[in-house]
């Protein structure tokens, strides 16, 4: 027979191709698509008509139904144990709600490895389920707030001298009396600190009004309302920062640009980021916002870092002051391998010293305990001081955000308070708070004494737009008289607030 090239070939692809084709038909049928039901055709159908309507709805009918819906809603909704997730990061320690944060403590940036996925407050679902709601949601733009207010029952009362009879208790400075402490407005975008394929930013515009302004007062900067007008109502921008993550350094670093809120503290001013209506000596009397660049940088599982350069404390970066210097801040944050401890410790603050309006030297540190998932305690303390402070107002610093020392020279304090928390149902926890404070020259209290302040309180929420806190605070000063405009040592207060999310 004669073996020809066109006999070759045939005989090749006969024995060699086409078992290969038959054998990746066979292993690699074409699926078709399981053809839908009835009932699953009717449901898209119903959902898609159900959008459909409430789009052709006003903006108003829509955040209406959006509250009553919320209203109805459970503030804790456990997630299955099998949920995917996106973050790259061990499970948050606590659940939040009903805590105010469901990680460890860390200020001045997004939680790196977590994605930043916020479900939609009433006004965010109003303008999701409107005409450009898909343009909303792919913008990652928030926008929502909350209104607080709150009142108290006190043994000191208001005086011809002054109506701050509560002093050295703040924010609710003014004794048996109802309080407009905030309305906030955030309008935010996220970054996705999970992801580590490319840089991602966001950022936080921050509106406040209502009594608490004066505690968020930055010299400078909306400063005449408190320092030349005393208004109990004012306005504030307590943050204005831009956000900038880059995965690419060590497991990620967010580089934080604008005016914020200061790194440490168990404590917030903002209310639902704080754990009870008041707030302890130690945290009402330290430094509030900064204003510069700083950095967060995830090292490992383990250990993250803060560095940072501001202009100094509580004052603007075009003000006139001796405390408006270059600043430095320098934040170590260390978690337990088995997510049941966190230390977060450093310089929140550091130039000279030289007396300034706010010139705080802040060393500080807090160590947070899980006992399980009912019970965990947060422990913090810190040292700040100013140096050839005077007792009196100087054309150098005319205002002074506390108290002037009663004497010339080195200002200290110090202060140590506790948290313990206990949660009691899913939707409540039950808070105990003891602390002790020393104003050595009444540096910040206007009191050279030593206090200690202990408190009970319970936070409820109903449901996932309300939170109500009651609590029951008594406060002694033990040198001199401090409370009911400095004729009393001592001071019981019940003090309950109310934040409603919108």
Same mark, same amino acid.
């Given at each position: 027979?004669?073996?020809?090239?066109?006999?070759?070939?045939?005989?090749? @692809?006969?024995?060699?191709?086409?078992?290969?084709?038959?054998?990746?038909?066979?292993?690699? *049928?074409?699926?078709?698509?399981? *053809?839908?039901?009835? /009932?699953?055709?009717?449901?898209?159908?119903?959902?898609?008509?159900?959008?459909?309507?409430?789009?052709?709805?006003?903006?108003?009918?829509?955040?209406?139904?959006?509250?009553?819906?919320?209203?109805?809603?459970?503030?804790?909704?456990?997630?299955? *144990?099998?949920?995917?997730?996106?973050?790259?990061?061990?499970?948050?320690?606590?659940?939040?709600? *009903?805590?105010?944060?469901?990680?460890?403590?860390?200020?001045?940036?997004?939680?790196?490895?977590?994605? =930043?996925?916020?479900?939609?407050?009433?006004?965010?679902?109003?303008?999701?389920? =409107?005409?450009?709601?898909?343009?909303?949601?792919?913008?990652?733009?928030?926008?929502?707030?909350?209104?607080?207010?709150?009142?108290?029952?006190?043994?000191?009362?208001?005086?011809?001298?002054?109506?701050?009879?509560?002093?050295?208790?703040?924010?609710?400075?003014?004794?048996?009396?109802?309080?407009?402490?905030?309305?906030?407005?955030?309008?935010?975008? #996220?970054?996705?600190?999970?992801?580590?394929?490319?840089?991602?930013?966001?950022?936080?515009?921050?509106?406040?009004?209502?009594?608490?302004?004066?505690?968020?007062?930055?010299?400078?900067?909306?400063?005449?309302?408190?320092?030349?007008?005393?208004?109990?109502?004012?306005?504030?921008?307590?943050?204005?920062?831009?956000?900038?993550?880059?995965?690419?350094?060590? $497991?990620?670093?967010?580089?934080?640009?604008?005016?914020?809120?200061?790194?440490?503290?168990?404590?917030?001013?903002?209310?639902?980021?704080?754990?009870?209506?008041?707030?302890?000596?130690?945290?009402?009397?330290?430094?509030? @916002?900064?204003?510069?660049?700083?950095?967060?940088?995830?090292?490992?599982?383990?250990?993250?870092?803060?560095?940072?350069?501001?202009?100094? /404390?509580?004052?603007?970066?075009?003000?006139?002051?001796?405390?408006?210097?270059?600043?430095?801040?320098?934040?170590? $944050?260390?978690?337990?391998?088995?997510?049941?401890?966190?230390?977060?410790?450093?310089?929140?603050?550091?130039?000279?010293?030289?007396?300034?309006?706010?010139?705080?030297?802040?060393?500080?540190?807090?160590?947070?305990?899980?006992?399980?998932?009912?019970?965990?305690?947060?422990?913090?303390?810190?040292?700040?001081?100013?140096?050839?402070?005077?007792?009196?107002?100087?054309?150098?610093?005319?205002?002074?955000?506390?108290?002037?020392?009663?004497?010339?020279?080195?200002?200290?304090?110090?202060?140590?308070?506790?948290? /313990?928390?206990?949660?009691?149902?899913?939707?409540?926890?039950?808070?105990?708070?003891?602390?002790?404070?020393?104003?050595?020259?009444?540096?910040?209290?206007?009191?050279? /004494?030593?206090?200690?302040?202990?408190?009970?309180?319970?936070?409820?929420?109903?449901?996932? #737009?309300?939170?109500?806190?009651?609590?029951?605070?008594?406060?002694?000063?033990?040198?001199?008289?401090?409370?009911?405009?400095?004729?009393? $040592?001592?001071?019981?207060?019940?003090?309950?607030?109310?934040?409603?999310?919108?």
């Amino acid at each position: 027979m004669k073996i020809t090239y066109p006999f070759l070939l045939t005989l090749f @692809c006969t024995t060699f191709l086409s078992p290969i084709a038959f054998a990746q038909d066979v292993s690699s *049928p074409t699926l078709k698509p399981k *053809p839908k039901t009835k /009932t699953e055709i009717k449901e898209e159908q119903a959902k898609a008509e159900a959008a459909a309507k409430k789009a052709r709805e006003s903006f108003l009918q829509r955040l209406d139904e959006a509250f009553l819906e919320q209203l109805g809603t459970p503030a804790y909704v456990p997630s299955p *144990p099998d949920a995917p997730t996106t973050r790259r990061i061990p499970p948050a320690p606590f659940d939040s709600p *009903p805590y105010p944060n469901g990680d460890w403590q860390i200020g001045g940036s997004p939680i790196i490895g977590d994605p =930043g996925e916020l479900p939609p407050w009433p006004l965010m679902q109003a303008l999701y389920e =409107g005409p450009g709601g898909e343009a909303w949601k792919k913008s990652k733009i928030q926008i929502y707030g909350w209104v607080n207010f709150s009142g108290n029952i006190s043994t000191s009362h208001t005086s011809s001298k002054s109506e701050n009879g509560n002093f050295p208790l703040i924010y609710d400075l003014r004794p048996n009396r109802m309080e407009l402490n905030q309305i906030v407005l955030y309008l935010e975008r #996220l970054p996705n600190e999970a992801q580590t394929d490319h840089i991602d930013w966001g950022f936080r515009i921050s509106f406040l009004y209502g009594l608490d302004y004066r505690f968020t007062t930055t010299y400078g900067f909306l400063s005449d309302q408190l320092l030349k007008h005393n208004s109990y109502a004012g306005f504030d921008m307590p943050m204005i920062y831009f956000d900038l993550y880059v995965p690419q350094i060590f $497991q990620g670093m967010n580089i934080r640009i604008g005016r914020i809120i200061s790194e440490p503290d168990i404590e917030a001013q903002l209310a639902p980021n704080n754990l009870m209506a008041s707030h302890s000596l130690l945290y009402s009397f330290d430094d509030y @916002c900064h204003e510069g660049i700083f950095t967060t940088t995830k090292i490992n599982d383990q250990w993250t870092i803060q560095a940072g350069i501001d202009c100094g /404390t509580d004052v603007a970066i075009w003000q006139e002051d001796p405390g408006r210097q270059v600043t430095g801040t320098v934040m170590i $944050q260390w978690t337990a391998p088995n997510q049941m401890d966190s230390i977060y410790a450093g310089a929140n603050s550091f130039n000279n010293g030289k007396f300034g309006y706010n010139n705080l030297q802040q060393f500080v540190g807090t160590w947070t305990h899980k006992f399980n998932d009912r019970i965990y305690t947060a422990t913090e303390a810190w040292y700040m001081y100013m140096n050839d402070a005077k007792s009196h107002p100087t054309p150098e610093v005319p205002f002074q955000n506390g108290s002037f020392p009663v004497r010339d020279g080195y200002a200290p304090e110090w202060a140590v308070v506790n948290y /313990t928390m206990f949660r009691i149902s899913p939707g409540t926890f039950f808070t105990v708070r003891n602390e002790y404070f020393n104003d050595k020259v009444g540096s910040r209290t206007g009191f050279a /004494t030593q206090y200690s302040e202990h408190s009970v309180g319970l936070t409820w929420w109903p449901d996932k #737009l309300i939170t109500i806190r009651p609590e029951l605070r008594f406060d002694h000063s033990y040198d001199v008289p401090a409370y009911n405009n400095g004729t009393r $040592q001592n001071q019981l207060a019940f003090v309950v607030d109310t934040i409603f999310h919108f």
